[in-house]
């Protein structure tokens, strides 16, 4: 069992991602590239295939939020974790409720999930619709900016 022990939170700035454009591809790191996010709108315009790269240890998850805002309720959460033994990629969602953490959604919109751990670096990928068929607001269409978290 994986314990879900802390996160590793990325907050990027909206101008940040206005500066890109909104762009259908590219990525956010940092000088030491101790984390990457990266995504590519697919040629069909329908699906984003994303990756996240972060230096964690064993027992420790990573997630991206794609967010109206940058704080932390109503985000729409991908989290995954890989210690060598047990593995998920999930889609969730955090609440108004900070220390509730994210929730699954009951619509998973997410395939083409893998996660991947070398050493201290764990890797998930995942593709998702760039206007979700999830309607219960558990979801961002991503079809419009959003800051990435
Ligand atoms: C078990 C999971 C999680 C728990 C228990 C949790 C709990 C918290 C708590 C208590 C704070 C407030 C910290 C403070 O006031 O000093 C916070 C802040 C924050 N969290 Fe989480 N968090 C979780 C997962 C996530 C995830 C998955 C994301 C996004 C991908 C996220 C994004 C943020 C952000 C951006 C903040 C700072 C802005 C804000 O307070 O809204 N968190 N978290």
Do not use: H, K
């Amino acid at each position: 069992m994986i314990a879900l022990i802390s996160a590793v939170i990325f907050c990027f700035l909206t101008s940040a991602l206005a500066q890109q454009g909104c762009s259908s591809e590219g990525q956010f790191t940092d000088s030491a590239g101790s984390y990457v996010f990266s995504w590519s709108l697919q040629s069909n315009g329908m699906y984003v295939d994303c990756n996240v790269s972060v230096n964690t240890a064993d027992n420790r998850w990573v997630a991206v939020g794609f967010s109206e805002n940058r704080a932390m309720p109503d985000t729409d959460v991908i989290i995954g974790a890989n210690d060598g033994t047990d593995e998920f990629v999930e889609d969730r969602w955090n609440s108004q409720n900070r220390a509730a953490g994210p929730s699954l959604d009951p619509m998973q919109n997410i395939m083409n999930t893998s996660s991947m751990r070398d050493g201290n670096r764990l890797t998930i990928s995942f593709t998702r619709p760039l206007v979700s068929p999830d309607t219960s607001g558990r979801d961002e269409n991503l079809d419009v900016c959003r800051n990435v978290l």
